[in-house]
């Protein structure tokens, strides 16, 4: 298993911009797929995006256009943009890894089908 460290969570406004870092332990970063999820208080984990090895992302609705993820892989990290940052965005973004490839962008979108995560990082945003 690879072993994620977030950070880059805080308080922010609304309409203001964070940028989240989560680093990967191991030599096999490339090949992994890395996912951004959320939980906000009383509500399940959920997808927030994910990238594959090749860079191909997807995106939860609510986030499209507003949400950015993207990885260096020479830094063995990803990273997830957020702009335009609503209240309802508040929530703890957990990083995850899995070194499953699967054919369909939707089975990322389920927190079951990754293996590590980081211990994850808080994100407020006031109104």
């Known amino acids: 298993q690879v072993q994620l460290v977030e950070s880059g969570g805080g308080l922010v406004q609304a309409g203001g911009s964070l940028r989240l870092s989560c680093a990967a332990s191991g030599r096999t970063f490339s090949s992994y797929v890395m996912g951004w999820f959320r939980q906000a208080p009383g509500k399940e984990r959920g997808f927030v995006a994910a990238i594959r090895s090749n860079d191909n992302t997807y995106y939860a609705d609510s986030v499209k256009g507003r949400f950015t993820i993207s990885r260096d892989n020479a830094k063995n990290t990803v990273y997830l943009q957020m702009n335009s940052l609503k209240p309802e965005d508040t929530a703890v973004y957990y990083c995850?890894?899995?070194?499953?490839?699967?054919?369909?962008?939707?089975?990322?979108?389920?927190?079951?089908?990754?293996?590590?995560w980081g211990q994850g990082t808080q994100v407020t945003v006031s109104s």
């Open positions: 995850a890894a899995t070194s499953t490839t699967y054919y369909s962008d939707r089975y990322y979108q389920d927190p079951a089908h990754f293996r590590s």
